[in-house]
């Protein structure tokens, strides 16, 4: 990540619900599973089907978003912050959906 990627990936994890985002390494999650006693039955990278979705929401949260840093209330716009941040840094991200069953 470049700084300002590092320091809006820290802002949102450090103040968000979100403090194993770190961990979610593309490709590792179906080791995570199986660590935990999960059999992964299919992975699939799902990313270019969710751009246009958060192209959408990050527009429409570009103002707050804007607005909470001059105000010092970035905390308050969280998700607006991570959406947009998220999205001007995406080539960073990807996404992917697992399914799993537990391990017979």
């Not at 490709?27 to 979705?53: H, K, N, Q, S, Y």
């Amino acid at each position: 990540m470049t700084a300002e990627q590092r320091e809006a990936f820290d802002f949102v994890v450090e103040r968000s619900a979100m403090r194993s985002l770190p961990a979610f390494v593309h490709g590792a999650f179906p080791a995570i599973l199986d660590e935990a006693g999960l059999e992964v039955v299919a992975a699939e990278d799902v990313t270019e089907r969710i751009w246009p979705m958060l192209r959408r929401l990050a527009r429409i949260c570009a103002l707050p978003a804007a607005a909470g840093r001059p105000l010092r209330a970035r905390a308050a716009v969280l998700n607006c912050t991570a959406l947009v941040e998220g999205y001007r840094h995406r080539e960073g991200w990807r996404y992917n959906v697992v399914r799993a069953r537990w391990a017979r």
